[in-house]
């Protein structure tokens, strides 16, 4: 008995993992095609270094529709452009006087720092689009940008950080901390710099999550929906088609009598009026197990035959579909699932493993 419920379990997971697995795979589809990763990355690095676009206003969008509907779709992508060639040999010093600049109160002029930095990491990226396709930059890369942009000064650290405070970057205050912080020390600097733009993107990333939550909740209950997958009822099916093969496998061993009990789950599987065909019946209920029905009550099916000449058949169940959509009862166990699949496909795979007992080798 302890085995019909162990199947029941690792059947569930199956299930779940396979819809999790498709509900990643959709919602990474849209952030690669979008480009959402990458914009996100680079829209907090126009805040850091430049400001947002106008005093006031961040290049990070505040809400899920402005990650998900403007960001991806703006004309103000705040990505650098696209330049095969790798960065110059020679980096050109900031063209700020800060002296000049602060003496006469005048606005800061137009310098890209965003563009600067990434003339500094063109090595790292690869063509896609007009835009730069860079979604994540180590924080040792960003430290060995940074040092190449002081090298370029004058006065070092201190002519870069003054720099950036005549043309008012939010970076300028920050760079400051790190290096009053490491005592004006070179090689403290340069880690601190590492921790620092480690823990934004940690952040980051953490801000990220939390809008990309929304957009997977929308998936899996769309996939849910549009799948019917009604987990309590699957689980009912789940285990009469365990209890089902259990009592054939009884009987085949001569492990006892389940001829009664067999009977009649076999005139609720097949249906026949009058008498049973044990032999035909058994075999189409062997050969379509529960786990392979998971996705019969979808808006479109697919049935594949049994013979190797035939090729799959699509049915369009609209209408059954539709009434199992509106039927309050199958709500429960849609919630059910809608609830599971948020745990992600990683969740469910390490459940799956552990029921199992599937070991996964680690270097």
Known sequence: MLSVYI????????????????????????????????????AYLRDTLDGGPRKGVSWIPSKIIDVFAKLPFSRHDPRPRHDPDPAPPVVEPMPVDPGAVLAAKA??????????????????????????????IPPERFSSALLELVAAEEDGVEGLIAKLEAIHSPLAGHLRGVWEGAQRDMGKFRKGVEDWFDGEMQRLSKLYRRYVKWVVFALAL???????????????????????????????GGGGDGTAELKDSLKDKCAVAGSVEPYSCVTEV?????????????????????????????????????NRLITIGHWPGYLVTVFALLFGASFWWDILRRLTGIRTSRS
């Open 107 to 136: 606005s800061a002029p137009p310098v890209d720092m965003t563009k600067r930095l990434y003339e500094r990491l063109q090595e790292i990226d690869h063509p896609k689009g007009t835009r730069t396709s860079i979604a994540d």
């Open 7 to 42: 199947d029941l379990a690792i059947g569930l997971v199956l299930a779940f993992l396979l819809l999790s697995l498709l509900v990643s795979g959709l919602n990474e589809a849209i952030v690669r095609l979008l480009g959402i990763r990458s914009k996100f990355l680079w």
């Open 286 to 322: 062997f050969s379509s197990p529960a786990l392979v029905k998971i996705f019969d009550h979808a808006m479109m099916s697919v049935t594949i035959p049994a013979d190797d000449a035939g090729s799959p058949s699509f049915t369009f169940n609209a209408t059954t579909w539709w």
């Open 222 to 252: 769309t996939l849910t929906l549009l799948f019917s997958m009604d987990s309590l009822e699957y689980g009912k099916t789940l285990l009469r088609d365990n209890a089902y093969r259990a009592a054939v496998a009884a009987i085949a």
